[in-house]
């Protein structure tokens, strides 16, 4: 039997007392049940720069999740902040670290929703603040029905990794984000793009397995959302 890889699954923290009196880190449960399921453990990543090398040093993956905040957009050259920016400034320096320090050694790398947002930025590219003041006649970005639900669909680009995994050229997607990928990283192709043409996926070729989505698989909805954790997994098992 072959050995499990080992996931490093970043997680989100919170302030609030909402679920408990003091500060606390948590993760939707569904990045873990995703990982688990294709034969990889999750490794639970707090946000301590002191530990990134030893992070990296042990892992076999690392899957950077999504969450309800930004990327200070002074990372990538910008001063003003968009009144819609939600910071987590200390969650931010560690996933840009750490993405920086799995692809310095590289390290299968998916990144999911503000995960490619933090694979692009650590690459030198930057971001859309905001996708209604940018983006003309702009798709509902944001969608009101549930994430466990697709709301509009992406093209994919032939030829690259995205679509050797999922064999389409066109798959429906969820999506949850007010902010996408604005000028690719170094390295950076564009592999996906909505109807309104905003990037909606991206991967480095130069590395074993470089992934981000700006929709959520890890919902389970399609065929191809298992298909990208199957792939990102065989790609930990080396």
Not at 159 to 167: P, Q
Not at 190 to 214: H, K, S, T, W
Not at 220 to 235: G, N
């Amino acid at each position: 039997m072959s050995k499990k890889p080992l996931i490093g699954v970043t997680f989100d923290s919170l302030e609030t007392d909402k679920y408990a009196a003091f500060p606390w880190y948590g993760v939707r449960k569904n990045y873990c049940e995703r990982v688990a399921e294709m034969g990889g453990i999750p490794f639970p990543l707090i946000h301590d720069l002191k530990l990134v090398d030893a992070y990296v040093s042990l892992l076999d993956g690392l899957l950077i999740t999504g969450g309800g905040h930004d990327i200070s957009p002074t990372y990538y050259g910008v001063e003003k902040i968009h009144p819609t920016v939600t910071l987590k400034p200390q969650r931010t320096a560690f996933e840009l670290a750490i993405a920086k320090a799995a692809l310095k050694k590289n390290m299968p790398l998916m990144g999911i929703c503000g995960g490619e947002q933090v694979l692009n930025v650590a690459l030198g590219g930057s971001l859309i603040q905001h996708i209604p003041d940018e983006v003309p006649d702009c798709l509902e970005h944001q969608q009101t029905q549930p994430r466990n639900e697709s709301s509009h669909t992406v093209k994919i680009s032939t030829g690259t990794l995205l679509y050797k995994i999922v064999k389409k050229e066109e798959i429906s997607v969820n999506s949850v984000h007010h902010q996408a990928v604005k000028t690719p990283g170094q390295g950076v192709v564009v592999n996906a793009l909505a109807a309104d043409g905003v990037i909606e996926g991206i991967e480095v070729p130069a590395y074993r397995f470089c992934l981000g989505l700006q929709w959520h698989p890890e919902f389970s909805i399609t065929s191809q959302d298992k298909a990208l954790f199957v792939a990102f997994l065989e790609a930990a098992r080396g």
